[in-house]
């Protein structure tokens, strides 16, 4: 599911990329991919005194004597002027780590995106995953955790929106991720350090030669916070709570698109079979959704569950998972609390700290003000416009910044019924060809953020720029040439051009706040420029996500995260349109729609990245939206904060090895 994201919202981040989905916006700018393998080096092991023996016991069944670990690598100081950081994903992965997924490379590309990086072949021709200790291994690694000095305390992160439900079933906002996260446990989990699937409660998983039958191997020590064992008869009820009738589940369209079936073999072994071969698989099956205690939610009718006590936390002894933290508290519009987990089943994730609260504080300049008053120690998406003020007044605050997902656009309403304008091709180029997108990035953004050549973020597996056709760069005066072409003509010397007695003019509607603040004049005048009036109509996000769901405009600015396999069919296909899909202008080519189904279920890697740029350039050279740029995240966090490590994969992903030093 795509969510669309609002400059002064959080991190938001993207499961399922098919879904019929109930969309919820949240936001323009709200965080990010591959990042750059810094250089192949040899496999060099950074150990912790508390993780020697794990990565001890790897290195031996590998049999490579460990290294020295590595130096911390020293990145260049975060300054609005520097150009060269700005673009480097900081993700903390090491040249070790680098080394590493290098070298089980030819693995990984055997099977692409059926196993995790070092996927290798078991018995006969069945591919293994990585275990629960190979990928902990991983982490150990690749970022340079410290050991903590100092046990307990409470860290705060605050966010301009409140939490909406407890229930990571019915999840739809972003906020509710950094609470739902911590408590809850997939089968398989998102990899920090490049965005592949990596185990959870299964320590690996087996797929099978004609890569439909997948195999998930659970861990025997799980337990649900109430101490009830967790077992394959909870992950059967799970996906039976996804595929039922009633259900909630915004991904729903997704696990049924891939799943052919699934069933309990014993009570730690889970089979699932695809209806075929498909690339998607574990992300669309497995890897969007927590498994669910079959006994709290059992006797609950599947769409009663977004208003039962366990979603809405009226009764705390329903709020029950499996995760390294316990809830504590929500207090509605105010904070929601997690605390640690004793008896985590994983021995070597148990938390350092106390407890992790979201404070809400709705305000995008009021919500940075905390933390640099330091009433709270993390605040994501912090505006590139106060990164220098913030450097200069309060320099002890550490800045993270990395490529993010995020990309952000206008929407041309190209509806049969009600697209007034932007049916006409000519007018969408015009949209791109009248705006200086540099300049939108150097100056507006301050240098967080690259210009979109194509749809597919930097970090997409099939971020291609060089290879995308057209290109479209600042020339006001093709724009206007191709309104004229259209037949569109100043003659009555307002300035704005009209057509049969029509203006090209049109309301201009946009979430209030932020980068928009400086973004929405400078595109006025722009268009200005060329004859095409928008007349701004600033609102909360809820007003935008009503317009644009009833077509209620021509022109509107949005933007959105994706997701790290680089599928985007339900962003363009046409059968994608809304409701059905995340296709918010209505534009449709069946050209497309086939390279899609075809990208699905190719399996050679390479063979289906080559699909994905041939997509990306039928989205450019049909200028099906005007891609602005695809911004970066900038994270912000007190230097008593230690082994935090954000990156477009999560901001607080490591919340398990976080420690305070007071």
């Given at each position: 599911?795509?969510?669309?994201?609002?400059?002064?919202?959080?991190?938001?981040?993207?499961?399922?990329?098919?879904?019929?989905?109930?969309?919820?916006?949240?936001?323009?700018?709200?965080?990010?991919?591959?990042?750059?393998?810094?250089?192949?080096?040899?496999?060099?092991?950074?150990?912790?005194?508390?993780?020697?023996?794990?990565?001890?016991?790897?290195?031996?069944?590998?049999?490579?004597?460990?290294?020295?670990?590595?130096?911390?690598?020293?990145?260049?100081?975060?300054?609005?002027?520097?150009?060269?950081?700005?673009?480097?994903?900081?993700?903390?992965?090491?040249?070790?780590?680098?080394?590493?997924?290098?070298?089980?490379?030819?693995?990984?590309?055997?099977?692409?995106?059926?196993?995790?990086?070092?996927?290798?072949?078991?018995?006969?021709?069945?591919?293994?995953?990585?275990?629960?200790?190979?990928?902990?291994?991983?982490?150990?690694?690749?970022?340079?955790?410290?050991?903590?000095?100092?046990?307990?305390?409470?860290?705060?992160?605050?966010?301009?929106?409140?939490?909406?439900?407890?229930?990571?079933?019915?999840?739809?906002?972003?906020?509710?991720?950094?609470?739902?996260?911590?408590?809850?446990?997939?089968?398989?989990?998102?990899?920090?350090?490049?965005?592949?699937?990596?185990?959870?409660?299964?320590?690996?998983?087996?797929?099978?030669?004609?890569?439909?039958?997948?195999?998930?191997?659970?861990?025997?020590?799980?337990?649900?916070?109430?101490?009830?064992?967790?077992?394959?008869?909870?992950?059967?009820?799970?996906?039976?709570?996804?595929?039922?009738?009633?259900?909630?589940?915004?991904?729903?369209?997704?696990?049924?698109?891939?799943?052919?079936?699934?069933?309990?073999?014993?009570?730690?072994?889970?089979?699932?079979?695809?209806?075929?071969?498909?690339?998607?698989?574990?992300?669309?099956?497995?890897?969007?959704?927590?498994?669910?205690?079959?006994?709290?939610?059992?006797?609950?009718?599947?769409?009663?569950?977004?208003?039962?006590?366990?979603?809405?936390?009226?009764?705390?002894?329903?709020?029950?998972?499996?995760?390294?933290?316990?809830?504590?508290?929500?207090?509605?519009?105010?904070?929601?609390?997690?605390?640690?987990?004793?008896?985590?089943?994983?021995?070597?994730?148990?938390?350092?700290?106390?407890?992790?609260?979201?404070?809400?504080?709705?305000?995008?300049?009021?919500?940075?003000?905390?933390?640099?008053?330091?009433?709270?120690?993390?605040?994501?998406?912090?505006?590139?416009?106060?990164?220098?003020?913030?450097?200069?007044?309060?320099?002890?605050?550490?800045?993270?910044?990395?490529?993010?997902?995020?990309?952000?656009?206008?929407?041309?309403?190209?509806?049969?019924?009600?697209?007034?304008?932007?049916?006409?091709?000519?007018?969408?180029?015009?949209?791109?060809?009248?705006?200086?997108?540099?300049?939108?990035?150097?100056?507006?953004?301050?240098?967080?953020?690259?210009?979109?050549?194509?749809?597919?973020?930097?970090?997409?597996?099939?971020?291609?720029?060089?290879?995308?056709?057209?290109?479209?760069?600042?020339?006001?005066?093709?724009?206007?040439?191709?309104?004229?072409?259209?037949?569109?003509?100043?003659?009555?010397?307002?300035?704005?051009?009209?057509?049969?007695?029509?203006?090209?003019?049109?309301?201009?509607?946009?979430?209030?706040?932020?980068?928009?603040?400086?973004?929405?004049?400078?595109?006025?005048?722009?268009?200005?420029?060329?004859?095409?009036?928008?007349?701004?109509?600033?609102?909360?996000?809820?007003?935008?996500?009503?317009?644009?769901?009833?077509?209620?405009?021509?022109?509107?600015?949005?933007?959105?995260?994706?997701?790290?396999?680089?599928?985007?069919?339900?962003?363009?296909?046409?059968?994608?349109?809304?409701?059905?899909?995340?296709?918010?202008?209505?534009?449709?080519?069946?050209?497309?729609?086939?390279?899609?189904?075809?990208?699905?279920?190719?399996?050679?890697?390479?063979?289906?990245?080559?699909?994905?740029?041939?997509?990306?350039?039928?989205?450019?050279?049909?200028?099906?939206?005007?891609?602005?740029?695809?911004?970066?995240g900038i994270v912000g966090s007190q230097p008593r904060l230690k082994n935090f490590f954000p990156n477009g994969y999560g901001v607080t992903w490591s919340l398990n090895w976080m420690w305070v030093t007071e």
């Amino acid at each position: 599911m795509a969510a669309v994201n609002d400059s002064t919202s959080g991190d938001t981040s993207s499961r399922n990329p098919r879904s019929k989905t109930t969309l919820v916006i949240l936001g323009l700018l709200a965080v990010a991919i591959f990042a750059g393998l810094c250089a192949l080096g040899t496999w060099q092991v950074h150990r912790l005194a508390w993780k020697r023996t794990l990565i001890a016991q790897v290195e031996q069944r590998a049999h490579a004597a460990p290294a020295p670990a590595p130096a911390k690598a020293e990145w260049p100081a975060l300054t609005s002027d520097n150009a060269e950081y700005r673009r480097v994903t900081a993700t903390g992965m090491s040249a070790a780590a680098a080394g590493m997924l290098l070298r089980t490379a030819g693995a990984q590309d055997a099977t692409p995106d059926a196993a995790s990086p070092v996927a290798s072949p078991a018995s006969g021709d069945v591919i293994k995953s990585i275990t629960r200790d190979e990928y902990e291994a991983q982490l150990a690694a690749a970022f340079p955790f410290e050991e903590p000095q100092n046990t307990g305390g409470q860290v705060i992160f605050v966010s301009t929106t409140d939490i909406t439900t407890l229930n990571p079933h019915v999840r739809t906002d972003v906020a509710a991720t950094y609470i739902i996260g911590p408590m809850f446990n997939g089968l398989i989990t998102t990899n920090p350090i490049d965005g592949s699937m990596a185990p959870d409660l299964a320590d690996y998983w087996e797929v099978s030669a004609d890569g439909l039958t997948y195999t998930f191997y659970l861990t025997k020590d799980a337990k649900w916070h109430d101490g009830t064992p967790l077992t394959t008869a909870d992950v059967v009820f799970s996906f039976d709570a996804v595929l039922g009738e009633g259900s909630l589940v915004p991904y729903q369209s997704d696990v049924a698109q891939v799943v052919k079936s699934y069933r309990a073999i014993d009570d730690y072994t889970f089979e699932m079979t695809a209806i075929t071969p498909t690339a998607l698989f574990l992300s669309k099956a497995v890897g969007a959704f927590s498994v669910m205690p079959k006994h709290i939610w059992e006797n609950i009718p599947l769409s009663e569950w977004g208003s039962a006590p366990g979603s809405t936390g009226t009764d705390p002894s329903q709020v029950i998972g499996s995760g390294p933290f316990k809830f504590g508290e929500w207090v509605t519009n105010d904070h929601a609390t997690v605390v640690r987990n004793d008896d985590y089943w994983n021995k070597n994730q148990i938390p350092v700290l106390d407890s992790f609260t979201l404070r809400v504080n709705p305000e995008s300049n009021a919500a940075v003000q905390t933390l640099l008053t330091g009433e709270t120690d993390i605040a994501a998406n912090i505006p590139p416009t106060q990164v220098e003020s913030i450097q200069r007044d309060n320099p002890e605050i550490v800045l993270d910044a990395y490529d993010s997902w995020r990309f952000n656009f206008l929407l041309p309403n190209q509806d049969e019924e009600t697209g007034t304008f932007f049916k006409d091709v000519n007018l969408r180029k015009a949209l791109y060809y009248a705006i200086d997108r540099e300049l939108i990035v150097e100056q507006i953004l301050f240098g967080y953020g690259v210009v979109a050549d194509g749809p597919q973020p930097p970090l997409s597996p099939a971020y291609a720029p060089d290879e995308v056709t057209p290109v479209y760069r600042f020339d006001p005066e093709k724009a206007k040439a191709l309104l004229e072409e259209s037949g569109w003509v100043d003659s009555d010397g307002d300035g704005i051009r009209e057509k049969d007695g029509v203006k090209l003019s049109m309301a201009f509607p946009f979430i209030e706040g932020g980068v928009n603040t400086q973004l929405v004049p400078y595109l006025q005048q722009c268009y200005a420029d060329i004859g095409l009036e928008i007349l701004p109509e600033a609102g909360p996000q809820t007003t935008l996500i009503d317009r644009i769901m009833s077509m209620d405009y021509q022109l509107s600015l949005i933007g959105v995260t994706w997701y790290a396999d680089g599928d985007q069919g339900v962003l363009f296909r046409c059968d994608s349109a809304t409701p059905n899909g995340f296709n918010l202008v209505h534009w449709c080519s069946p050209e497309y729609d086939a390279l899609d189904d075809q990208q699905v279920v190719e399996l050679d890697r390479e063979k289906r990245m080559d699909i994905l740029k041939q997509m990306s350039n039928i989205v450019s050279e049909d200028a099906a939206l005007t891609i602005l740029y695809f911004d970066q995240g900038i994270v912000g966090s007190q230097p008593r904060l230690k082994n935090f490590f954000p990156n477009g994969y999560g901001v607080t992903w490591s919340l398990n090895w976080m420690w305070v030093t007071e």
